[in-house]
């Protein structure tokens, strides 16, 4: 090889060296950042990215195509570009570029550096060093990493039930006294950070919130917080607390009422209008809000419930303060009434106090910071002392005059009517309070005083009484309370179990007594009967007597006229055979008859001297000494009376059998009534 074809060779392995470093070919998808190593002016002290003519990394990049560049001068690097992602945001930090200002933490935005894809334009035009306020949409950036770090984050995507609290990390300073920062417009929901600082938007938490939706915010200049709404279910009330806003008076409980805040969802208007700090007046009803939680703190409370048979009494701790001018007259009943200290603090609506009004049955969205509702029954109701384990009070244990202890179980039924039950409120508070501290105390001293001027057992036998007297003082007593006394019922009264035995045996011993006594009678009716049932069975006998007198007689009548018919007869055949055979016979007719008179007239006296029974007995000694009558009975029964009748009636039977034995012994005996 000759010195002419080497030196060729080197010739062209130069070009082509020189051609190689002069020619740069950027790809499609790719830039190029270049560096001049040499032949230029000096870069700043404070400067890390250099100008055009200035030695060092270049802020301007080569787009894709082919490049021609002086040798060995510059030196290239490729990189891809800058992909953006749908779901995502760039967040810009520039190497390079003006300092920023004390107090702020990002660059403010400058013209003409097209996305940060001119970085020459942004030097140029002042940008700052630092995190920038921009952020770089969804897309492809031809961007130069050595002048700005690009970082993808996540789109802000808030989900439905969702609100998003922010926080700027950079603005003006909150006001002292101000928990939040005032409201500035135009920001796009804090996706235009520029807009957000050219507006003074104050460093902080913010008053707006962000509602369910995508953002591409810059999370380096605004923290989002993602938290749920405020949910107020059924059957609740939402009762909201203000965290900022003007000082509350100290003579108020809750703030002031604000209209148009939309629920409290809109913070500007809130303190706008003077919107207070504190318990706020108005609530929210179920539903779902957008409250920033930073702001106004919520409460779940019951509804106020009136069911039927109720009445609701509202004492209202706002409105203004009753003067005695404005009191006077307005919870008068009626002329009589003369209102109490309590009862003077029932006032019409408008006025702090227990509202005249009652709210009757229904649902209320009560604020009851502000309006505390007392539930008062306009039904019966009805209080117990008894053993029962369900009732409240046992029974009463009093003490009688004579010194025994007495159980009594007492029902007392009330009623508070509906105009009524205001004053029952100002005067004692609640149905729980008249119970315990009126009802139960009165009705216990109440049946002490009377069982104390009694004896047990008259407090038992009077019942009816002592359940009046007490109904009476009950009645009285609540009445001045506002409530209706329906009645007051004992319904057992239990005494010493000593005192009721004795009672008990007393009773007893009385009912024997009276069984004894109709027992006594019982056996004077029986022994009447069978004196009764004697005579009758005698009655025979007695007829067949009185039968034999009277044939008694007519056979004297008879013997009488054939004595006559004889004497006639005698003396016509004879006449002095005839009288003396008329004198035989008249003397004897005479005896006969006087005879028989005598005997009867002895059988009238004896009757009338010793009464029937006594002629039958003497009858029955004759025969039972003629032998003709047992006189020893089978079975004998004696008592404390009557002994004489018996035996007179059990003789006069043994008489009759013996007489319908042999009826000629008897019917000669007995005389005639």
Same mark, same amino acid.
């Given at each position: 090889m000759t010195i002419q074809s080497i030196e060729l060779g080197l010739t062209i392995l130069t070009l082509l060296?020189?051609? /190689?470093?002069?020619?740069?070919?950027?790809?499609?998808?790719?830039?190029?950042?270049?560096?001049?190593?040499?032949?230029?002016?000096?870069?700043?002290?404070?400067?890390?990215?250099?100008?055009?003519?200035?030695?060092?990394?270049?802020?301007?990049?080569?787009?894709?195509?082919?490049?021609f560049l002086i040798p060995f001068l510059y030196a290239v690097k490729k990189i891809p570009f800058t992909v953006i992602g749908e779901a995502e945001v760039g967040l810009i930090e520039s190497i390079d570029g003006n300092p920023v200002p004390p107090g702020r933490i990002f660059g403010h935005v400058v013209a003409q550096h097209d996305s940060f894809q001119n970085g020459e334009g942004f030097l140029r035009n002042s940008g700052q060093k630092g995190p920038q306020i921009e952020t770089l949409p969804p897309g492809t950036y031809r961007i130069n990493t050595a002048l700005f770090k690009v970082r993808s984050v996540p789109s802000i995507v808030i989900e439905s039930g969702n609100i998003g609290i922010v926080t700027a990390m950079d603005g003006a300073e909150i006001p002292n006294g101000r928990l939040l920062a005032h409201q500035v417009s135009n920001h796009s929901n804090f996706q235009n950070?520029?807009?957000? $600082?050219?507006?003074?938007?104050?460093?902080?938490?913010?008053?707006?919130?962000?509602? =369910?939706?995508?953002? !591409?915010?810059?999370?380096?200049? %605004?923290?989002?917080?993602?938290?749920?709404?405020?949910?107020?279910?059924?059957? *609740?009330?939402? $009762?909201?607390?203000?965290?900022?806003?003007?000082?509350? =008076?100290? @003579?108020? %409980?809750?703030?002031?009422?604000?209209?148009?805040?939309?629920? /409290?969802?809109?913070?500007?208007? %809130?303190?706008?209008?003077?919107?207070?700090?504190g318990p706020q007046l108005d609530v929210l009803k179920p539903g779902t809000y957008y409250l920033n939680p930073f702001m106004f703190k919520v409460e779940l409370d019951d509804v106020a419930r009136v069911e039927r048979g109720q009445v609701a009494v509202v004492v209202s701790n706002i409105g203004n303060e009753p003067t005695e001018k404005d009191i006077h007259g307005l919870g008068v009943i009626n002329p009589e009434h003369q209102l109490n200290h309590n009862e003077r603090y029932v006032v019409p609506k408008g006025y702090r106090g227990i509202q005249r009004e009652v709210a009757g049955p229904g649902i209320y969205y009560l604020n009851r910071r502000a309006f505390i509702a007392y539930i008062v029954d306009t039904t019966n109701i009805t209080i117990d002392w008894d053993e029962t384990s369900d009732t409240k009070f046992d029974p009463l244990k009093v003490i009688s005059r004579d010194g025994f202890e007495i159980s009594v179980s007492v029902k007392v039924i009330i009623r508070v009517r509906p105009e009524q039950a205001p /004053?029952?409120?100002?005067?004692?508070?609640?149905?729980?309070?008249?119970?315990?501290?009126?009802?139960?105390?009165?009705?216990?001293?109440?049946?002490?005083?009377?069982?104390?001027?009694?004896?047990?057992?008259? %407090?038992?036998?009077? !019942?009816?009484?002592?359940?009046?007297?007490?109904?009476?003082?009950?009645?009285?007593?609540?009445?001045? /309370?506002?409530?209706?006394?329906?009645?007051?019922?004992?319904?057992?009264?239990?005494?010493?179990?000593e005192l009721m035995d004795t009672q008990t045996f007393k009773i007893i011993a009385q009912q024997q007594q009276a069984m004894y006594e109709e027992q006594q009678k019982a056996e004077q009716t029986r022994i009447a @009967?069978?004196? @009764? !049932?004697?005579?009758?069975?005698?009655?025979?006998?007695?007829?067949?007597?009185?039968?034999?007198?009277?044939?008694?007689?007519?056979?004297?009548?008879?013997?009488? !006229?054939?004595?006559?018919?004889?004497?006639?007869?005698?003396?016509?055949?004879?006449?002095?055979?005839? *009288?003396?055979?008329?004198?035989?016979?008249?003397?004897?007719?005479?005896?006969?008859?006087?005879?028989?008179?005598?005997?009867?007239?002895?059988?009238?006296?004896?009757?009338?001297?010793?009464?029937?029974?006594?002629?039958?007995?003497?009858?029955?000694?004759?025969?039972?000494?003629?032998?003709?009558?047992?006189?020893?009975?089978?079975?004998?029964?004696?008592?404390?009376?009557?002994?004489?009748?018996?035996?007179?009636a059990f003789l006069a039977q043994q008489l009759q059998t013996k007489s319908q034995i042999n009826p000629d012994n008897v019917s000669a005996s007995v005389s005639p009534n």
């Open positions: 060296i020189i051609l /190689y470093n002069t020619i740069v070919i950027v790809g499609g998808q790719e830039l190029a950042i270049v560096e001049r190593r040499w032949f230029g002016q000096k870069i700043g002290s404070n400067r890390v990215i250099a100008l055009v003519y200035e030695v060092g990394v270049q802020a301007r990049t080569l787009p894709p195509g082919l490049h950070g520029d807009a957000f $600082l050219q507006q003074n938007g104050q460093k902080g938490p913010q008053s707006d919130v962000l509602l =369910p939706g995508t953002y !591409r915010i810059n999370t380096d200049m %605004f923290k989002v917080e993602i938290v749920s709404a405020t949910v107020i279910p059924a059957g *609740k009330v939402g $009762l909201v607390t203000a965290l900022d806003g003007s000082p509350l =008076p100290d @003579t108020e %409980f809750v703030a002031k009422s604000i209209p148009s805040h939309q629920d /409290y969802q809109s913070v500007s208007s %809130f303190l706008g209008q003077g919107g207070q700090r /004053y029952m409120v100002s005067k004692i508070g609640s149905i729980d309070n008249l119970i315990n501290h009126v009802i139960h105390p009165m009705i216990d001293s109440s049946f002490r005083n009377q069982a104390s001027s009694t004896s047990a057992m008259n %407090f038992l036998q009077d !019942r009816q009484d002592e359940q009046s007297k007490a109904e009476t003082k009950a009645r009285v007593e609540l009445e001045r /309370y506002h409530v209706e006394c329906v009645s007051v019922l004992i319904c057992q009264i239990k005494l010493p179990q @009967t069978e004196k @009764t !049932r004697s005579e009758a069975e005698l009655q025979k006998s007695l007829v067949e007597a009185e039968i034999g007198v009277k044939i008694a007689e007519q056979t004297k009548i008879k013997t009488i !006229r054939s004595a006559e018919g004889e004497s006639e007869s005698v003396r016509i055949r004879a006449e002095g055979e005839a *009288k003396g055979i008329a004198a035989m016979g008249e003397a004897e007719g005479q005896k006969i008859l006087a005879i028989g008179e005598a005997t009867a007239k002895a059988y009238q006296l004896q009757h009338n001297a010793l009464s029937q029974e006594s002629v039958t007995a003497i009858e029955v000694v004759k025969q039972i000494a003629g032998g003709n009558i047992k006189i020893t009975p089978d079975f004998l029964i004696q008592g404390d009376s009557g002994s004489s009748n018996i035996l007179t």
